[in-house]
């Protein structure tokens, strides 16, 4: 009996130690390995179960056996080994089995919760989701789908359990984007609670996880914040009304008296001026929040009436302009009261529709309005995320008609509205039904426009030109297209006078040039025209940008290289590359590039007035890659002039292209533009030959078209 006593002792330790190895390998950082601990933690399970079985069901008979036939024991050994192994995997098979099936009635159930979520039936959704978690209770996406309807129907507390729930299958492996799913759901609920720095830990989490959810995270603990700040307002407000202090007291006593139905116009707007000489500064403006203040205005039918109405009279209009003042009021520098003013579903139009009244001082006021909301990132992101943008744009844009302080205010607006991400992705996404109305800015005559505010329109199309998706629908509107060359023809009537509005314009044709093929040939020869004719400006400015136009069009039709080289385009390319600067350098030699790769009257004029190469050569040695590869380019052309080369026999012209040929740089258009220049050099003056073997230049050259080839 001692012995029996001594085995299972030792046995017991033995798990012990087994047991404590597993669980060490299951915190392991290497996933092999804690999924291996899983496995041979389930088969101890799955052991111990079946000796549980066995033990239960075991009869013990009380008979004595003499000479009992006795098994070889290496025998007995291996039979239970396999027995024990045929089990086991029979076991797994059933179970592997049980599992898929009760995964496809999971999936299932997932799918139908999902349909019921969308369609706002969020009790029914949480009914699937429970269902499919019977059916396979470690699925995490039913977890945080199910806490996501909870907090849909406001039961904060069983969606962060359900998070938990969903967290806790990630102990012991890594987490993905379903984990930061479910950290997100409990930020959110926990936000909801008021618990503002769990909620943070739990955003913060989501960072730790992916790093690439920087900004969402951001936006989150933004939004953690101004609740926070809004709760604490709100606790100082009631603070101030409970201690009796006069504005306090007076803000809710005129929003009851707001309250009452059915009085006269006048009655309202009196009352309305009242409340908006007492909102001084935070405490009122919560109080006006916390009493339901916004409530109180935009459902009063007679202030409804009001804004309904198209000809407004005096009344109408009286009431009208207190309201809008009273919104200036109550959410200048407030978050949350500017937060729940365009939360308000009529919002969306009624602004937009306001900044196009026929009355001026709802379109002042209104654009007042929207210009202080606008100040700060979070009224910005409220504006774009909130308002009709196509009606806004179109609003805004009419403010053009003014030749005072409104238009650059109302341009000023929407070149920040212009900036945020939200509403570039609505700008590309709806610029067919906005497309009209900047076309229309083009169309107008800049001697009657104001023209910084014009400038600034323009030069936010073009900032928004920048993206490919919106000049590849910018460029197949010819409307557009010849709008620009109308501006463009009346701004050269008067360069001197229009000079902003052109160099403007050019930058935004700079950037639809960018596309190809053009809006149409006739346009880009159009184009090409003007901006030669605009090479005879004096101004820096203008000069460059129409010699970068150029740049881009010449290679499209060789009727604009012939009508180029006749306006003396190579003479003045020259000029810019003698006495331009950096960008004017890069447009010159391209265009000289291109000239000179399809003209022979252009290398033959490159020679004579570029005597030597001097300018080339300089350019050779360039920092710029892009300057770098067409100066090779235009010097491998001129190359084919009979008697051009034998001018660069005493210059280092071969080690220079040759160690362009074969160095690292990042356009590839820099090695085999040089190792061509350097290929039709040695072929029209043999005498380099000897230097390009003297350098090895031969297998650096091979060894260098071949990787230009292969990349």
Sequence with gaps: ?????????????????????????????????????????????????????????????????????????????????????????????????????????????????NEAFARGDYEAA??????????????????????????????????????????????????????????????????????????RECYQKILEINPQLQTQVKEYLNQVNLREKADLQEKEAHELLDSGKNTAVTVKNVLQTLCK??????????????????????????????????????????????????GKDAVEETVCVSVLRLWQAVCAGNEENQHLLLLRPEMGGLLPSLLTSRVLSLRKQSLALLLQLARTDHGRSLVVGHLDLTRLLEALVSFLDFSDKKANSAMGLLTDLALEERFQVWFQANLPGVLPALTGVLRREPTITNTSALCQCIALVGNLSAEAAVRRQMCASEEFGDACLGLMARCEEAV??????LYTLLGLVMNLCLQSPFICEVWAVEVSRRCMFLLNSQDG??????AGILSRTLSSSRKIIEEALRAGVVKKMIKFLKTGGQTASRYAVKILAICTNSQHEA????????????????????????????????????????????SLLKTDIVQVLLRHAGGDAQKTAVQLNSGIALGKLCTAEPRFVAQLRELHGIEILNSTMKYVADS
């Design 603 to 646: 290398r033959e004029e490159v020679i004579r007035l570029d005597q030597k190469f001097g300018i080339l050569l300089r350019l050779l040695s360039s920092e710029d890659e892009i300057v770098v590869a067409n100066a090779a380019l235009c010097l491998g052309n001129c190359m084919e002039v009979p008697r051009a080369a034998s």
């Design 541 to 546: 400015g203008i000069l460059t940008r129409a």
């Design 126 to 199: 949480i009914l699937c989701y429970s269902e499919g978690l019977q059916k396979l209770r470690d699925m995490k996406v039913l977890y945080t789908n199910r806490a996501q309807a909870y907090i849909k129907l406001g039961d904060f507390q069983k969606a962060v359990v359900d998070c938990e729930w969903a967290l806790k299958s990630f102990s012991f492996m890594q987490c993905d984007e379903k984990c930061t799913k479910a950290y997100f759901h409990m930020g959110k609920a926990h936000l909801a609670l008021k618990n503002y720095n769990v909620s």
């Design 1 to 113: 009996m001692v012995d029996d006593h001594e085995k299972d002792l030792q046995k017991f330790l033995k798990n012990v130690d087994e047991i404590t190895s597993l669980i060490q390998e299951m915190n392991s950082d290497d996933p092999v390995v804690q999924q291996r601990a899983v496995l041979e933690t389930e088969k101890r399970l799955l052991f111990t179960e079946e000796v549980q079985e066995e033990d239960g069901c075991r009869t013990t008979l009380n008979k004595t056996m003499i000479s009992p036939p006795q098994a070889s024991p290496e025998n007995t050994d291996e039979i239970n080994s396999e027995a024990f192994l045929a089990s086991v995997e029979l076991d797994a098979k059933e179970r592997a089995r049980r599992r898929r099936e009760n995964k496809v009635l999971a999936d299932a159930l997932k799918q139908k919760g």
């Design 261 to 310: 139905p059915d009085q006269t116009p006048l009655f309202y707007a009196g009352g309305i001026e009242i409340l908006t000489e007492m909102i001084k500064d935070c405490p009122e403006q919560t109080l006006f929040r916390t009493h339901n203040g916004f409530s109180v205005i935009s459902e009063n039918e007679v202030i409804r009436r009001c804004f309904s109405t198209a």
């Design 496 to 501: 001197d006078l229009f000079r902003d509005v």
